[in-house]
């Protein structure tokens, strides 16, 4: 147990064995035991038995009874593209989606956008606040080809699993109007891109049939998933949602369909919003939202009984889009859960649920939670119980990855 | 300089004489002379005089050259009311407006609120992270009658000075349909209480005339201000704004009577909210917002624009409305930003001013700002520039407070 091979040759990190005394989910004290990255046991703790602040020795970690969360996914990233860590850049583009492509394909190249750098400095960021698995959308276009997907793959092997990410092959400049991305697309898919992408069928392709024809052509020829942002609001969201639901039914794609943004499905009125939503949930779509401040939430409680199963996540961090967002998914937890109108304990542990166990399937994963054979990836944070985290996302005070300490009291270890 | 005295013998606090090698606004390297509570001199700073970290040294404070913006003034808040340091309190209340002021009536005393303990465990968290001035509003009504006031007048007392108050006699239950509140207003006002509140005279008194005319004949009566919470939205919100623009004119208190809240502002189509905002702006009403989550954002620019000064606020903070809110008011001018839609620098900074420099006027100061005369109240962080610090919101590595050091690296110190 005390072996020094419990510790990490390549950086600073630990190998856990035991992480004792934390609260998992805010319930009794408990021991978890962890073997081969993945918690092998949860005991209940012997309070009795000494405690000394959270210290490592030889692969035993002291919780002190904080709060255990399971790591947090983020169903939701762009981590090929960011400037977080470097100096300032003021935006400088113009407003909508449209002016911040444009944007975005003016500057990326001074940025050293798609970079590893650019995608270790993100990730170990989301590391240190808990973050353990993301989806990420990795721009594909003709500029860059598939080199964001490449970087994302480098950095996350840098990382030796302290985040494992999902893979989406994003055309955020277009797939019809820029002739040669769906090909593009479909090597992504052959090379190993966990999902295709899309935008806005409609008012960036001007074609939605087109577009979605495309993406679930793909889908079926690799066996991959798909994974569309969809900013198209009102009625003309709604429309392209149903093609989608049409071509899911029709591929037998149940379950691997996903909506992100989906603005559309918040703004209608409730008859028609019922009616959707139950469509999405025959054929197996699923959402990832952003929590964006000032949009209309999603009707989480509706989509949840309906069985579509809702991610959150951080959109881009720091990048030409936009100078805002850290990262930090449990403070965007806080928004969601604001937005949402949540009030009552069990809506708040339903937002943390949202950000973290029920997030697997999002990142590939079967079981994402606190029980034995999930993988071993824990935070720890100093809160009463799970709606205290969730309306305050205090500091997080540890964080284990696939059975290492990655993060410890706010610092980054890997 | 290096004298015992320097150092405030009640606290761990230190007596600030020169505030060393901070960039106010994110400008140039520059030292900060302070006496009495009030910066005397702002000289460049010699960049060659050896650094030595934040460390206190006889009242004079090294800044490493960090980021300084001015006291952060938190324009709405409810100091007298929160379980903040408590146990979880779940929320068992119905919703709406009624619901929850129903709630609260029926637990309040279980909690101890209003309290003095309450109290200064809000206002030394808000100190924690950078705020030292709040307008709040105190309940006011037939249970507490004017406890609420005076408990948050001997919290600020205790506190020695590391924040000051001005106080809202806030009539949470009702005026109107509560025959007696408006005398216990009228005793607040007498009794020193700087404004006098009012609460949606449509919805909860149903008589919009009447509570306004109530609370003006105080104010011409007594010469205190008026801060009236409006959560009535759309043309019902709209015409009671119109009612007090009227009664403003009419009264000649051209500055001193405050919009909270207003929703209705944001959801007026734009022809009718240029009216209605340069009607404002003509009778020197301001306006407070909590910059809530999912409400049609307050058109800023056009509110500054027509000379209708806004103020930014907490709002409650772990209260029987809502276990949300920190205090932290830089988080909430993140917030408040992402909410209006800014991107450019100008805008992140036209929103650090809302939150600071712009809202001396909310809490009875002339001038609140890094600049010869002000108050010694100065907020440090890590942050490469304003926008950086508005859309990360840092720990606050120092606050000085009356030219007292009143939090360090994220420690209250009062």
Redesign the interface.
Known sequence: MHSPAMHSPADGTTTVTVLRDVRPWGGARSDLHVAGGVITAVVPHDANAPTDGVVVDGGVIDGRGLLALPGLVNAHAHVDKSWWGK??V??GGEGGVQGRIAHERAHRDELGIPGVDVTLAVLRESIRTGTTAVRTHADVDLGVGLRGIEVVREAVAALGGAVTAQVVAFPQDGVLRRPGVLDLLDAAAAAGAEHVGGLDPATIDRDPVGQLDGLFAIAERRGVGIDVHLHDGGDLGAFQIELIIDRTLRAGLQGRVNVAHGFAVGQLAVPRQAELVAAMGEAGITMTTVAP?????LPLHALRDAGVAVGLGTDGI?DLW?????GDLLALT??L???S?F???ED?VTAARIASADAGRFVGRAVHDLVVGAPADVVLVDA??V??AV??APRRALVVAGGRVVARDGEVLV
Do not use: H
């Open positions: 100096p300032w003021s935006y401040i000032g949009a209309a939430p720091r936009s100078p805002y967002g850290t806080t928004q859960a604001r937005l109108g009030r009552y304990d708040l009463e119980n709606p205290d309306v305050r």
